[in-house]
Structure formats: C-alpha cells, structure tokens
C-alpha cells in the first residue's frame, strides 16, 4: 500500500476511532494517545494492509485492543502502587520494614491469580470502581465480575 493509499483509507476513519477510544478509555488525553498508536500500527504494518477487506472493522478491531491493553496497563501498576502506600502508612518505624514485607507477600499473591480475576481485582482497587463500571470497561457482565472478585478474594484469603 502507498502512503497516498494510505491517507485516502485510513486517515478519514480518524474521527470515528478517536470516538470509539474515548467512549472506552474516558479520556481525551488517552483516546489520542490510543489513536496515535492505531496510526502507528497500521503504518508499520501498511504492506499487509491491501489483503484487508473492511478497513473501518479492522480498524475498530484494533482500536479496541489497544484501549484494552491500555486499560489493563494501567490498572497494574497504579492498583499496587496505592495498596503499597496504604500498608505503609504508619507511624512506627518498624512498620515501613513490616509494610514492604507484606506489600510483597500481597503484590505475589495478585500476581498468582488468574488473569481475569487480577485485572477485575485491581480495577476495584487502583481504580475504586463500581462493578457496573468495571462491567462496562471490560466488557464483562456485572454478574462476572461480582463472581471474580469473589473468587479472587477468596483465592487471596489462601494464599496470605
């Protein structure tokens, strides 16, 4: 694909991506982020682009991936960051050394859960979301989501 094929198909789908990234990620900041990403994408990856036959679907398509991922990136570090604060928090001097102690045990113990109750996890953490907003950010139903921060929790009462 030439760079003029390029810019007549895919650069005027822009406006309704940008959409697509901002109803997901509630940012605008982020959604040009995500946006400017797709762009970069779909550039590093025009010679492949001719066998694609819906450029809008595949377009929406990876425009939803990357807002997952940035989602998931950013409910894992932040969610750990602020558990790690709230355990250290304390006056004694010793609690510093005690907090680090079981900010790891805990930090471990997210790490062991399965990926869909550790990313639902730390989005009620990091994020002090609802369920139903944990719903519609990932897609699940709000009954999933009840049932794997149940399971989750649970999973964390054994492992600690």
Not at 12 to 36: C, K, T, V
Not at 62 to 78: E, F, G, T, V
Request: one cysteine or more; hydrophobic letters at 40%.
């Amino acid at each position: 694909m030439t760079g003029k094929e390029f810019i007549d198909t895919y650069i005027p789908l822009g406006d309704g991506l940008y959409r697509i990234a901002f109803y997901i990620l509630e940012s605008q900041a982020d959604a040009e982020d995500a946006l400017q990403d797709l762009y970069i994408k779909l550039w590093n990856s025009r010679e492949t682009l001719d066998t694609v036959n819906n450029p809008m679907a595949y377009c929406m398509k990876l425009m939803k991936n990357i807002c997952i991922d940035r989602i998931r990136q950013a409910s894992r570090s932040p969610g750990l960051a602020e558990l790690h604060e709230n355990i250290t928090a304390g006056g004694h001097p010793d609690d510093g050394i005690i907090g680090q102690e079981t900010m790891k045990r805990i930090a471990g113990a997210i790490d062991r859960l399965p990926k869909s109750q550790r990313e639902v996890l730390l989005l009620r953490i990091s994020g002090e979301l609802s369920n139903d907003e944990i719903s519609a950010r990932t897609g699940m139903s709000n009954l999933t989501v009840r049932v794997l921060l149940s399971q989750a929790r649970k999973t964390l009462k054994k492992l600690l």
